[in-house]
């Protein structure tokens, strides 16, 4: 069964400092990597999707880099800001099921 | 396209009633999963559909939980007699494809149920 972690649980960063948000899995069969963001009381909103033949994607101010031998993804936000405060959940597909970390809940004070 | 749409967003109801929750996929996605959220248990599938048929349901917890998708657009999850412990967020998610580039899941809002 696919195990996914998330470390550390929560994170507060002043504003400006850029964020680091891990994701272990322990099976590294994986087809994809799928980063989330979700607003307390709302859905889930894609970030970015990382195909496992891919070591990397960026969209604007986030970059995601997948190392899948050693069950590894990290998403970076650069220059945080207030609006990024939110839980950063990370998902692995494998065995058509999408598995979910706990997810980081970061604040960035203002 | 307006996203995955979900309704009701809330949903209150006494122990032993039927709840139904409603799901409209992006349309053309082949792929539609049922999730619930819980903050003891995080994120769990419950079922998932491709192209209308349900090819794994080895998530829904007890008999009591049901769901269909009697045609591309449209899905229910349905849970009958609701217990006080079926309270949780579930989601409804699509996606175009299982792999590849057009892998990306959509969520909609949710639909916070509330057994009492």
């Known amino acids: 069964k696919q195990e996914v972690t998330q470390i550390p649980a929560a994170l507060s960063v002043p504003e400006g400092e850029n964020l680091v948000l891990n994701c272990s899995f322990t099976?590294?069969?994986?087809?994809?990597l799928q980063w989330f963001r979700q607003d307390p009381g709302k859905g889930l909103t894609s970030l970015l999707l990382i195909q496992s033949s891919q070591r990397e994607q960026t969209s604007g101010r986030l970059n995601a880099s997948l190392d899948k031998s050693s069950g590894r993804s990290t998403l970076y936000i650069a220059a945080s800001q207030p609006g990024d405060s939110a839980t950063y959940l990370c998902?692995?597909?494998?065995?058509?099921?999408?598995?979910f970390g706990a997810g980081t809940t970061v604040t960035v004070r203002a | 396209d307006a996203g995955v749409i979900q309704s009701p967003r809330h949903e209150v109801t006494e122990m032993g009633q039927e709840v139904t929750l409603r799901c409209k996929p992006i349309s053309g996605h082949d792929y539609l999963f049922w999730y619930r959220q819980t903050m003891m248990r995080g994120l769990e599938l419950l079922i998932y559909f491709n192209n209308n048929v349900p090819i794994d349901d080895s998530g829904m917890p007890e008999d009591r939980f049901s769901a269909k998708m009697p045609n591309a657009s449209f899905s229910t999850l349905k849970i009958q007699p609701s217990e006080p412990r079926d309270s949780a967020v579930y989601f409804c998610?699509?996606?175009?494809?299982?792999?590849?580039?057009?892998?990306?899941?959509?969520f909609g809002q949710g639909t916070r149920l509330t057994v009492v």
């Open positions: 998902a692995v597909s494998n065995d058509y099921k999408l598995s």
């Open positions: 099976d590294s069969a994986i087809y994809n």
């Open positions: 998610a699509s996606s175009l494809s299982w792999t590849g580039e057009k892998a990306e899941a959509f």
